[in-house]
């Protein structure tokens, strides 16, 4: 019974490090704990149907309303590579943001651009 104890010991004394060690790599390979959130909600960004120019539009002078307040504006312009350039104005005309969102009215990831687009520097 003793022999038994001590080899049960010794082979969970020798699989602990091993799994986490594999786990903490599965983990890594995957981008950490969230990855399978932020894979879906690209795959469903990705599925979603383009917004038209003027559902844009709307969208853009609710939130210039919402940010800003009472006089702001939403200037709408379409972007080369997809998706549209968003510029917030206050009611003197001043511009308050500049963002750019996706063809869907999501903003732009300031970490992800566009195959061949260069980020601003």
């Not at 699989?15 to 594999?22: C, E, K, R």
């Not at 800003?68 to 998706?83: C, F, I, L, S």
């Amino acid at each position: 019974m003793m022999k038994k104890l001590t080899l049960l010991t010794l082979s969970l004394a020798l699989l602990l490090p091993i799994a986490a060690t594999a786990a903490t790599e599965n983990n890594c390979e995957r981008g950490g704990k969230f990855a399978g959130h932020r894979d879906r909600a690209q795959m469903q960004q990705q599925q979603q149907d383009p917004l038209t120019l003027q559902e844009i539009e709307v969208l853009a002078q609710a939130q210039a309303l919402r940010r800003v307040g009472t006089g702001a504006t939403a200037e709408v312009t379409p972007v080369n590579e997809g998706g549209y350039l968003i510029t917030i104005k206050s009611a003197t005309g001043e511009t308050v943001q500049s963002y750019q969102v996706t063809e869907s009215g999501r903003p732009e990831s300031r970490h992800q651009h566009r195959k061949g687009a260069m980020p601003a520097s």
